[in-house]
């Protein structure tokens, strides 16, 4: 009976932490992805002196439109879009699930905002 009570008071402890764990971890993933595209862009940059100009919606759509990226985040955990011009650009990470609510930004000067997520850039 003790040893159904100590583990009955871990699990309540080890399980909230666990799970936070988790959702920090997707975090930190979109994160990278974020600074993947960026550095997708700023590789066509040096290429052509310029930012291509697209502004893609959808994982499917951002990896069609910058072909040189792709995501290691799941696509039920983030959405990814970009709005890119010749002279900059913006991408944001839309939370889903547990995570929504989180939204996460680069642009390219690299700035980043944090919005509603588990962990700061």
Partial sequence: MI????LAILAAIALPAYGKHV????TRT???DLRALS??????RQRTLSYPSATPA??????????????A????DFGFSANSSGSGYTLTATGAGKLSGCTLTLKQDGATTNSGCPVDW
């Fill in 30 to 32: 979109a994160q990278a």
């Fill in 39 to 44: 550095a997708a862009l700023e590789n066509h």
């Fill in 3 to 6: 040893v159904v009570a100590i």
């Fill in 23 to 26: 959702l920090v971890g997707k």
């Fill in 73 to 76: 985040a799941k696509s039920v």
């Fill in 58 to 71: 959808s994982v499917a759509d951002v990896k069609s439109a910058f072909p040189a990226w792709s995501p």
